[in-house]
């Protein structure tokens, strides 16, 4: 069967060999590549390198490449590749279809993204164009070549405390992870020759099946037709080396629909709490990887029967047994799981949002006429859900967007709310997040039993809609402190503060009043 490579990828290849060195793409790219074949949805987007070439040769082969590492590898980015290639792709950056409307009281540019329920019902609002987050696809940038090395003891279960310079792409294959990534593709010299100096290149390249050849080891093409997840070599000599493998193997279990082989399985949950060793940023990406598949409930189950999760995100499990009330049917653990696997957005924060939105449910259950309550378990689970973020070492962009999802997801609508409460609404939870709260609230019905929306929750959204072009803001108003001081005298201070605050509590709960006139007589009242 043909492959299709990045040429960039091959250009790496041609560089390397041309110099007399043995080059091969190697790991994860080539089960990857492999899959891609009958499934034209898997991108390669990560591709790394082995040879025998050592390090300082590499850099001298590859001008701006650099190594800052003791493990051998060397990185380029692929601004850098493009650049030593003749007949450079021509690729731009996708340009920002939002344009700015200084007239307009909010700047959506401000908003990453808003919900695709009030989408439908942008364009009834003219001259908005908002600005839609890019496809979250991965984009390449990165480039890592390591040369053939073979690995001394582990005694942090983490890092080996030796490397040697290995002779054989044999020896860089055995020390690999599992045998669906210990598998390295060879593509002959001459082809990767004539791809890369011709005058005009395609950013990727067919490769016939007669110009490579798949190293396999390991029987690593076995497990990937059998969709089963194997250590190369023993198990548990493997995880006791490299404690991260555990949660690798339960992520890529969800992350290409495989089953974990059996003597696998079995040394996970007999080692899940070598996880303690772990740093929290190595826990943290593997988690929102996981969160980030398709099977975000499948990965908690399997944390949670391997002993995994106790290490990760115990308070999780505290919700096993909490019976709940109302339209609930499930406990509070289930209902987390079931929440979980029907939020609609691919982002790992709001997953991670929806997965936690009730954690603070048992500390505050109790019993009332014989019925479960919850009262202010939204308040007491964002506190939670800072704690959590601040252990997985979430910036504090990310921890702010966790609190405010969990914080504000019981948010409740009558008919009779006013305009003011509804802006007020908007601007608590802010623009950029409106529509994740949106993808909670569907999640949590969805959770619950119940259907995806109600005529409330649609009857709010519309509501929104016509709210967008209110003030939110207190740069939304039509005068600012340069006007207050030239207008009425004023001197810099904390007073302009204060009055600007004032006058946008009076636009918030009106905003017929947002006019400079209006707003400069109301300041000289003030």
Not at 223 to 243: M, Q, W, Y
Not at 504 to 520: A, D
């Amino acid at each position: 069967m043909n492959i299709k490579i990045d040429t960039e990828a091959l250009f790496i290849l041609h560089t390397l060999q041309s110099a007399g060195f043995e080059a091969y793409i190697v790991g994860g790219a080539v089960r990857d590549i492999l899959l891609a074949v009958d499934d034209t949805a898997i991108q390669v987007t990560d591709y790394d390198f082995t040879t025998n070439a050592q390090p300082d040769q590499i850099l001298a082969l590859l001008p701006d490449s650099f190594y800052e590492n003791a493990f051998g590898t060397v990185s380029i980015t692929s601004e850098h590749i493009k650049e030593q290639i003749q007949g450079t792709f021509e690729t731009s950056s996708p340009k920002n279809s939002a344009t700015k409307h200084s007239d307009k009281l909010i700047d959506l540019q401000t908003a990453s993204k808003i919900h695709e329920s009030l989408q439908e019902n942008l364009s009834e609002i003219p001259d908005i164009n908002p600005d839609i987050a890019p496809s979250s696809s991965a984009i390449k940038d990165l480039y890592e070549i390591t040369t053939f090395r073979s690995d001394g003891s582990y005694n942090n279960h983490r890092h080996p405390d030796t490397i040697t310079w290995g002779k054989s792409l044999k020896e860089d294959l055995d020390r690999r992870d599992f045998t669906i990534n210990a598998l390295a593709l060879s593509i002959s010299k001459d082809f990767c020759s004539s791809v890369t100096t011709q005058d005009s290149l395609s950013p990727q390249t067919d490769v016939p099946q007669k110009e490579y050849t798949i190293i396999d080891e390991h029987q690593g093409i076995t497990d990937l037709n059998s969709s089963l997840i194997r250590t190369v070599g023993n198990p548990h000599k493997r995880f006791t080396e490299d404690a991260l493998r555990i949660l690798r193997a339960i992520r890529f279990s969800v992350q290409l629909n495989m089953q974990i082989e059996d003597a696998t399985y079995s040394a996970i949950v007999e080692l899940a709490s070598h996880l303690e060793h772990i740093s929290w940023e190595r826990i943290r990406d593997e988690f929102l990887k996981m969160l980030a598949s398709s099977y975000p409930r499948e990965a908690i189950e399997i944390l949670d029967a391997t002993g995994c999760l106790t290490y990760i995100l115990p308070e999780l499990l505290e919700g096993k047994g909490v019976q709940q009330g109302g339209h609930h049917t499930t406990d509070v653990w289930e209902h987390a799981l079931a929440a979980l696997a029907s939020c609609p957005s691919p982002d790992p924060i709001v997953r991670l949002a929806t997965l936690i939105h009730d954690i603070g449910k048992p500390a505050t259950h109790k019993l009332i006429h014989g019925e479960p309550t919850f009262y202010n378990h939204e308040v007491i689970g964002s506190r939670m859900a800072k704690t959590i973020a601040y252990r997985f070492r979430l910036s504090k962009q990310e921890t702010e967007r966790l609190f405010i999802l969990v914080r504000f997801h019981m948010f409740y609508y009558q008919p009779e709310n006013s305009d003011a409460s509804i802006r007020r609404f908007m601007r608590k939870v802010g623009l950029e997040n409106i529509d994740d709260i949106l993808d909670l609230r569907e999640a949590d019905r969805l959770g619950s039993g119940a259907k995806k929306t109600s005529w409330r929750l649609e009857e709010m959204k519309a509501r929104m809609v016509e709210q967008l072009h209110q003030p939110f803001e207190i740069k939304d108003l039509a005068i600012n402190g340069h006007d207050l001081m030239s207008e009425l005298n004023l001197q810099p201070g904390p007073k302009l503060g204060v009055i600007l605050q004032q006058l946008f509590e009076e636009v918030l709960e009106n905003p017929e009043l947002n006019t400079k006139e209006i707003l400069l007589k109301k300041a000289q009242e003030i």
